[in-house]
């Protein structure tokens, strides 16, 4: 079973600031990871995943998040935020060979001007 | 190329009411994955649908039931509602082509039990 803990419930930030949501997992088995964002009252989108390969990925809007295997996370970061950045980001992992998302409890970020 | 569909936007049972919810998939998806974010409890898989069949189930009691169609459309089926069925149901589909099973995923349906 695969098990995912987002450490922070709410993150308040100033526009243009830097953010970390950190995420860490537990799973028995090799994960894939997966970061999605929630926009007030919308569905979810894929905002970044890892695979494979390079263990720093990023996203067409400035988000990176890192995969560190040895401390089992994958901390979202964005060196300067939009209040367009406002929305609840959601952190969740899928085994190699099974077709679940576990999700984090998700991060509320609210940006302010 | 159209997204994730579902209908309604909003529904509201009264408890000990059925409910039913609907998605479509992206065209070409033959996978359907439904999701329940309750206030509180974070996203819970629920359901897992592919070519026909039942590939999964999540921790919910036999009243959540569904079924999943020739053309890959879906129904999510909530039996004898209870308060705490109020929730948004999320929606997602995926091929097995997919890398990493890439999962899209709908707007949702609020579901208010009263």
């Known amino acids: 079973a695969q098990s995912v803990t987002q450490l922070d419930s709410q993150v308040p930030v100033f526009e243009e600031a830097p953010v970390e949501l950190r995420c860490n997992y537990s799973s028995s088995v090799s994960v894939y990871l997966f970061w999605y964002v929630q926009y007030p009252n919308q569905g979810l989108q894929l905002l970044l995943k890892?695979?494979?390969?390079?263990?720093l990925v990023e996203s067409i809007n400035g988000f990176e998040a890192e995969f560190n295997k040895s401390q089992t996370s994958f901390h979202l970061r964005k060196p300067s935020v939009h209040i367009s950045d406002t929305a609840e980001y959601f952190c969740?992992?899928?085994?190699?060979?099974?077709?679940?998302?576990?999700f984090g409890a998700g991060t509320t970020v609210t940006v302010r001007a | 190329e159209a997204g994730v569909t579902q209908s309604p936007t909003h529904l509201i049972k009264t408890r000990g009411q059925q409910a039913t919810l609907r998605c479509s998939p992206i065209?070409?998806?033959?996978?359907v994955y439904w999701y329940q974010q309750a206030l509180g409890l974070g996203l819970q898989f629920l359901l897992w649908?592919?070519?026909?069949?039942?590939?999964n189930r999540g921790n919910f009691p036999p009243r959540f039931s569904g079924r999943q169609f020739p053309n890959y459309s879906s129904e999510l089926n909530v039996n004898a509602l209870e308060l705490e069925d109020s929730a948004l149901y999320l929606c997602a589909s995926s091929f097995p082509g997919l890398a990493a099973n890439e999962q899209f995923f709908g707007p949702g349906t609020r579901l208010t039990v009263l």
């Open positions: 969740a992992v899928s085994p190699l060979n099974d077709y679940k998302l576990s």
């Open positions: 065209s070409g998806h033959t996978s």
């Open positions: 649908y592919d070519e026909g069949e039942e590939r």
């Open positions: 890892y695979l494979s390969g390079s263990t």
